[in-house]
């Protein structure tokens, strides 16, 4: 199903608290999708901000995400869903994005997307990807390095550096999924 744009800012959200923006987002495949319909209500989801012409803060975290898909052994896409979010909507367009997983080795499940300049913002404030310095937070070069994840269904949300060991990020992922399965 395609969605249309929505002059977004004002888009409507599903989500009960409000917290999370509605906006349409479009994947690496051109597929549309609404922030917290699609992507977050009732899931268990990882997500981050990159972009593709970053230096040093996307690569590294980027390879240190798909470390962890490896890890989770197919559950991304099926009961883990991996995001991660352009700061750079005008540059990264699908075509762009398809090609930046192609050279981190990213595998099927994780989605790519992007959205305007100003839902992007509006979802970078509300998700917390913001640096209290406001001069720092202007710099895209220093953009913050996190990692959130979250599990919508019980209400828990957590962050980790995504610049951590696979294995910690892995560990600090898995503390959202209260299945005694989810850690072996």
């Not at 390879?63 to 991996?82: A, F, I, P, W, Y």
Request: hydrophobic share 35%; glycine share 8%.
């Amino acid at each position: 199903q395609v969605l249309s744009s929505v002059g977004s800012l004002a888009a409507e959200s599903g989500d009960p608290d409000g917290v999370f923006p509605n906006i349409v987002l479009t994947s690496h495949e051109s597929r549309n999708y609404r922030f917290y319909d699609d992507l977050i209500r009732g899931k268990k989801v990882i997500f981050n901000f990159f972009y593709s012409g970053c230096g040093d803060i996307c690569p590294l975290s980027t390879q240190r995400l798909v470390e962890v898909q490896e890890m989770l052994h197919g559950r991304v896409g099926r009961d883990l869903h991996m995001y991660s979010v352009t700061l750079q909507p005008e540059l990264d367009t699908p075509a762009v994005m398809r090609g930046y997983m192609e050279t981190y080795g990213v595998q099927p499940g994780w989605l790519f997307l992007h959205a305007s300049r100003e839902d992007i913002e509006l979802l970078r404030r509300k998700m917390g990807f913001v640096d209290p310095d406001p001069e720092l937070d202007a710099d895209l070069e220093s953009h913050i390095g996190v990692v959130k994840f979250g599990n919508d269904e019980i209400g828990r949300w957590g962050a980790c550096p995504s610049f951590a060991d696979p294995e910690e990020i892995l560990a600090s992922i898995l503390t959202i999924d209260p299945s005694p399965a989810a850690r072996s």
